[in-house]
């Protein structure tokens, strides 16, 4: 388990706005053999009917494979001659937070501590089995190709953070954190607004906005996109996850892009 004092190193990649989950899914599905082709010919080929294509070899290579459901990729990778190949980074999922520290309404992802504690609530192995059928690699920060100095500089701290699904952490380490919010002045050297207004009643955390003597609960609203099948199935993991700890109350928003 990590160690729980606060630690200077706040990892500027992955404490920010976004945490990075990064999974990274193969890059081609190809049809194996050994010859070079005279001819090559595109064509637009929905994720249902990819196996058909492939199985009647009428294609060669899926260059889309992360459109691809997760049901056709555990079928293709049964399907003999057929292999999985990843010559680069093809694609990757993360989840963003809201960082605006509000003097109004209590927001936990204002504070660097509470957004870096999501990295421990993530569980990663579940994602990838679930979610992607194993087709994909986690990270814990983002390797840019214009960010090898920077992933250089953070490695040494990802590595000493010890980041690894740990519930049981999370909910310890954000009872502690509260209660120094409600108990510091200056917390992180910053002007606290919430002294002596967040409040552990009944298994569940309140705040009391300023000018008011009623505690409201600490809500958390999610905003989960429907049109990915991915990015919708990690969000309602994630929410499951963040209403496990069972000390927050969560308000769930699902969205979907017009297309």
């Known amino acids: 388990m990590p160690k729980q004092g606060r630690t200077n190193n706040k990892i500027p990649a992955l404490t920010v706005a976004?945490?990075?989950?990064?999974?990274?899914?193969?890059?081609?599905?190809?049809?194996?053999?050994?010859?070079?082709?005279?001819?090559?010919?595109?064509?637009?080929?929905?994720?249902?009917?990819?196996?058909?294509?492939?199985?009647?070899?009428?294609?060669?290579i899926y260059l889309n494979p992360f459109a691809l459901p997760p049901n056709v990729l555990?079928?293709?990778?049964?399907?003999?001659?057929?292999?999985?190949?990843?010559?680069?980074?093809?694609?990757?999922?993360?989840?963003?937070?809201?960082?605006?520290?509000?003097n109004t309404t209590f927001n936990p992802f204002a504070y660097w501590q509470f957004r870096f504690l999501m990295n421990y609530l993530v569980d990663r192995h579940a994602i990838i089995t679930q979610v992607f059928s194993g087709y994909a690699t986690p990270v814990y920060d983002w390797p840019g190709p214009f960010a090898i100095d920077s992933q250089l500089l953070i490695q040494p701290m990802i590595v000493q953070a010890n980041i690894h699904y740990d519930p049981t952490y999370v909910n310890q380490s954000i009872f502690a954190l509260f209660q120094a919010i409600n108990t510091t002045p200056n917390f992180d050297g910053m002007y606290n607004p919430w002294v002596g207004r967040i409040l552990y009643i009944n298994h569940q955390w309140y705040y009391i906005p300023p000018n008011s003597t009623t505690p409201q609960p600490v809500t958390i609203i999610f905003f989960i996109r429907k049109d990915d099948p991915f990015r919708y199935a990690i969000g309602q993991m994630f929410m499951s996850e963040l209403e496990s700890l069972a000390s927050l109350s969560s308000q769930y928003t699902a969205t979907y892009r017009r297309l």
């Open 18 to 60: 976004a945490l990075i989950t990064a999974l990274l899914i193969v890059g081609l599905v190809v049809n194996a053999q050994q010859t070079m082709p005279s001819t090559v010919n595109l064509y637009e080929v929905t994720p249902t009917e990819a196996v058909q294509y492939f199985t009647s070899g009428r294609i060669d």
């Open 74 to 102: 555990s079928q293709l990778s049964t399907t003999p001659g057929i292999q999985m190949v990843s010559p680069a980074i093809t694609s990757g999922y993360d989840l963003l937070f809201n960082p605006y520290p509000s």
